[in-house]
């Protein structure tokens, strides 16, 4: 079974640029996930998809990052414009259900480095 | 609210030592708890998991079993190998948000 997959692996932009991460979570899953992890910290969820719907993005900052799901599957976060405390690894993750208890299946994740 | 507060490292042990890594939790209502494992140049993945009080979650001679008059789900492996050098993270799940701890980083040497 193939895993999550991401793209790009690294990514390196200045302060002010655009910048857009993309997903394809494992076939069948129906919740993808997105997560910042800056180093040193734990992931923080930014927003969470059930199929191409959202579920929960109380934790994203909407003035600059947004994300889509829109045919169910793969998904896409941006981030625009860039600021420096935007660093960090961006990971996606997907369960097959929204389920409390439901493993979630993590991706090698996208690091950003904003210059 | 809800976070998670786990034991900082970095840890480091000698092969066969017994391992603890602590975690505790606040949170409303019963939620699910987790640990994540990150081995050296890969990705997240599950290690175990707990869904209510008193369940023990086991996995890789890993176990950890949710206390709710605690508050807490600590790791432990009774004898640690070179490989099981990783990054652990606590976490816990209420359905719609989920949380992790900060992490904490193993060694373990030969």
């Known amino acids: 079974e193939a895993g999550v997959a991401q793209s790009p692996r690294y990514k390196i932009i200045e302060k002010r640029q655009s910048v857009a991460f993309w997903c394809n979570p494992i076939?069948?899953?129906?919740?993808l996930y997105w997560y910042q992890q800056i180093l040193g910290q734990g992931p923080k969820l930014l927003i969470q998809f059930q199929n191409n719907g959202v579920v929960d993005d109380s934790q994203l900052p909407k003035d600059r990052f947004s994300a889509e799901r829109l045919k169910g599957v793969d998904s896409t976060l941006k981030i625009q414009p860039a600021k420096l405390e935007d660093s960090a690894v961006y990971l996606c993750?997907?369960?097959?259900?929204?389920?409390?208890?439901?493993?979630?299946?993590f991706g090698p994740g996208t690091r950003l480095t904003v210059l | 609210g809800n976070s998670v507060t786990q034991m900082e490292g970095p840890v480091t042990l000698s092969e066969e030592a017994f391992l603890t890594i602590n975690c505790t939790y606040t949170a409303t209502g019963y939620p699910s708890l987790f640990w994540y494992v990150q081995y050296p140049g890969e990705g997240l993945q599950l290690l175990l998991k707990?869904?209510?009080?008193?369940d023990k979650g086991s996995n890789k001679g890993f176990e950890a079993t949710y206390r709710k008059e605690t508050t807490s789900f600590h790791l432990e492996k009774g004898s640690v190998q070179v490989s099981d050098s990783a990054v652990y993270f606590c976490a816990l799940s209420t359905g719609n948000q989920f949380y992790f701890g900060t992490g904490t980083s193993l060694t373990v040497i030969p």
């Open positions: 993750a997907s369960s097959f259900q929204r389920g409390q208890a439901d493993t979630q299946y």
């Open positions: 707990a869904t209510k009080a008193d």
């Open positions: 076939s069948g899953h129906a919740t």
